[in-house]
């Protein structure tokens, strides 16, 4: 229970400091979508999905890379009664998925 909270604020601001705090345009139409705690909650996985082509998202990733400390300072100062864990940035490909799909589900209805 404890875990789920934290993961859920984490997220929380996180997406918040990447809206207001991030001055970077390469970090452009990203959504926060999970945030995976480790067991020992030293380090958390920060998945996050992007419409975009391919090179934005290569361009987005070197972006939340190079912004990884400074948001991890952000957070410590937001969240000032726990350690803030490491922090690991992957994309998450659902989004994208599901929007192939239902892209496939129009194209069938209408050759129909």
């Known amino acids: ?19 207001k705090s991030v ?3 390469r970090i452009q139409f990203i959504s926060i979508t999970e945030v995976k705690l480790a067991k020992d909650m030293n380090s ?6 992007q419409i975009g082509s391919e090179t934005e ?3 987005t990733a070197r972006a939340l890379r190079s912004a990884k400390s400074f948001i991890h300072a952000e957070l410590c100062k937001a969240i000032r009664y726990m350690p803030i864990p490491r922090l ?6 659902r989004l994208e ?3 192939n ?4 589900i129009r194209k069938l209805t209408e050759e129909w």
């Open 1 to 19: 229970m404890r875990k789920e909270r934290i993961s859920s604020l984490l997220k929380t601001e996180i997406a918040s400091i990447l809206l």
């Open 23 to 25: 001055n970077d345009s």
């Open 44 to 49: 958390a996985e920060i998945f996050y999905s």
């Open 57 to 59: 998202r290569e361009q």
């Open 88 to 93: 690991y940035f992957k994309f998450d490909p």
């Open 97 to 99: 998925k599901n929007m």
């Open 101 to 104: 799909l239902v892209n496939k």
